[in-house]
């Protein structure tokens, strides 16, 4: 049980670094929308099913569609970017 | 496999809050900053959940067959992190609008060429 | 130069959790909060616990924390929700029309009938979900989050079609007067804001728990119809 939960955490930093590292920015959104499930999924094993349906709903729901109604609507790729 | 079980969790939140909050320092497109800021929440609220948690605990409701109340985790946590999970919602749309805003005035989201914004 | 100090502080950052949080290993507590050996935290997640169905008479004992103990959070929590809706309506009725980039072909006849198919059946466990929050898990925000995205799916799938902006709005305001009102019924009852005035009945009823129940009501239709407000006006309604 604990060997899953430390795959779901490992899986849940993954998707985190991929959605800071992506240029194209439905990439980012849709790796967000897979955090969100994945700490969905360990709140339910943290015996907290109310919280996992919450953020099941809305963290894995409305916020990615939230998202890309607004990248629609402004620009789609991050501009390459120079340290300065 | 104990030291594991132990801090994994709460490793797992914290690089959650730390990425989060590289994104925000780092990056200059406004909608990836507004992910960052969408990253840290979950974190934040994983943690929350996690610090309530007990060894072999039960979730706290009280279905008819097993009625103890003994080794129920805190529900305390659970109901204050119900609430930062509709306001997070709430705030990422309000930050949304105000971007589409800024796009629809500027032409751009790339913060540095928003004169007004500034590190 | 600004990656490198970022690195810096953010490494001083993980350093500073890393100290503090070495002495409190994750889910210690359990052996120890039994049997009475934790006595410098206050236990109110204990208290809650054991005396929660008897007091307040919801077996979710969430649900109770969230209606009966703290009701009052829950109040701010959906003022907080209806001034960020308001702020989205306001500075995206500036922005003028939606001018989306890309123009999203109809939906295939699949994708159509599926979303028809499936709002009744979303609708019907939304309201199933806050119906039965005080007994089982859920309640007010979830199955409010359940109708909204029953709202989102006419937009995805079904070939032009909007909401009823109007009704949407209406539903909303009266939900936040019920919750508002039930308040006050309590302070004229017996002298407390949201005060639990009605019987509680016995545990695992439909009909228990006092004020629960209907205050999960009006916060499911409440947090639902606007969350969906928030998706028509970003999809591009112009209303």
Same mark, same amino acid.
């Given at each position: 049980m604990i060997v899953f939960q430390t795959l779901l955490v490992l899986v849940?930093?993954?998707?985190?670094?991929?959605?800071?590292?992506?240029?194209?920015?439905?990439?980012?959104?849709?790796?967000?929308?897979?955090?969100?499930?994945?700490?969905?999924?360990i709140f339910y094993f943290l015996q907290a099913p109310d919280v996992a349906m919450?953020?099941?709903?809305?963290?894995?729901?409305?916020?990615?569609?939230?998202?890309?109604?607004?990248?629609?609507r402004t620009v789609r790729h991050e501009k390459d970017e120079k340290a300065d | 496999m104990s030291l594991l079980a132990d801090y994994i969790h709460y490793v797992g939140c914290f690089a959650l809050v730390l990425i989060g909050l590289y994104v925000v320092l780092v990056k200059s497109n406004l909608v990836k900053v507004i992910i960052g800021i969408s990253l840290i929440d979950t974190g934040v609220n994983l943690f929350l959940v996690a610090t309530g948690y007990l060894r072999s605990g039960t979730a706290p409701i009280f279905s008819s067959a097993a009625a103890q109340p003994g080794m129920m985790v805190d529900p305390v946590p659970?109901?204050?992190?119900?609430?930062?999970?509709?306001?997070?919602?709430?705030?990422?749309?309000?930050?949304?609008?105000?971007?589409?805003?800024?796009?629809?005035?500027y032409g751009t989201l790339d913060l540095r060429k928003i004169k007004e914004l500034k590190w | 130069m600004r990656k490198l100090i970022s690195l810096v502080v953010l490494l001083a950052v993980a350093a500073g959790l890393a100290l503090s949080l070495h002495r409190g290993p994750f889910g210690a507590e359990g052996a120890?909060?039994?049997?009475?050996?934790?006595?410098?935290?206050? =236990?109110?997640?204990?208290?809650?616990?054991?005396?929660?169905?008897?007091?307040?008479?919801?077996? =979710?004992?969430?649900?109770?924390?969230?209606l009966g103990y703290r009701g009052f959070d829950t109040l701010g929590e959906v003022a907080v929700l209806f001034i960020a809706a308001t702020g989205l309506a306001a500075v995206l009725h500036l922005a003028g029309p939606s001018r989306g980039k890309r123009d999203a072909e109809?939906?295939?006849?699949?994708?159509?009938?599926?979303?028809?198919?499936?709002?009744?059946?979303?609708?019907?466990?939304?309201?199933?979900?806050?119906?039965?929050?005080?007994?089982?898990p859920g309640g007010g925000f979830q199955g409010g989050a359940m109708i909204a995205s029953a709202f989102l799916l006419i937009y995805l799938g079904c070939r032009g079609r909007a909401l009823n902006e109007k009704g949407l709005r209406v539903t909303e305001s009266l939900s936040g007067l019920a919750f508002v009102a039930v308040g006050l019924a309590g302070l004229a009852v017996g002298g407390a804001f949201l005060l639990n005035f009605l019987p509680t009945g016995s545990p695992?009823?439909?009909?228990?728990?006092?004020?629960?129940?209907?205050?999960?009501?009006?916060?499911?239709?409440?947090?639902?119809?606007?969350?969906?407000?928030?998706?028509?006006?970003?999809?591009?309604?112009?209303?």
């Open positions: 849940m930093i993954t998707a985190a670094v991929f959605a800071a590292r992506a240029r194209d920015l439905m990439n980012a959104v849709i790796a967000c929308a897979m955090v969100s499930l994945m700490a969905s999924i919450a953020e099941a709903a809305i963290g894995a729901g409305l916020t990615t569609a939230i998202f890309i109604f607004a990248i629609n | 659970q109901a204050l992190v119900l609430t930062a999970i509709v306001i997070g919602v709430s705030v990422l749309a309000l930050a949304l609008s105000l971007a589409v805003r800024l796009y629809g005035e | 120890k909060a039994e049997a009475g050996l934790d006595s410098d935290k206050v =236990n109110f997640g204990r208290y809650y616990v054991h005396e929660g169905v008897k007091e307040t008479g919801a077996t =979710n004992i969430v649900s109770s924390v969230v109809p939906a295939s006849l699949v994708v159509f009938t599926g979303c028809r198919f499936l709002f009744p059946l979303l609708l019907l466990f939304g309201t199933y979900v806050f119906v039965h929050g005080h007994l089982t695992y009823s439909l009909f228990s728990a006092g004020i629960i129940p209907i205050v999960y009501v009006a916060v499911g239709l409440k947090v639902g119809c606007e969350l969906g407000g928030i998706i028509d006006r970003l999809a591009g309604g112009a209303g």
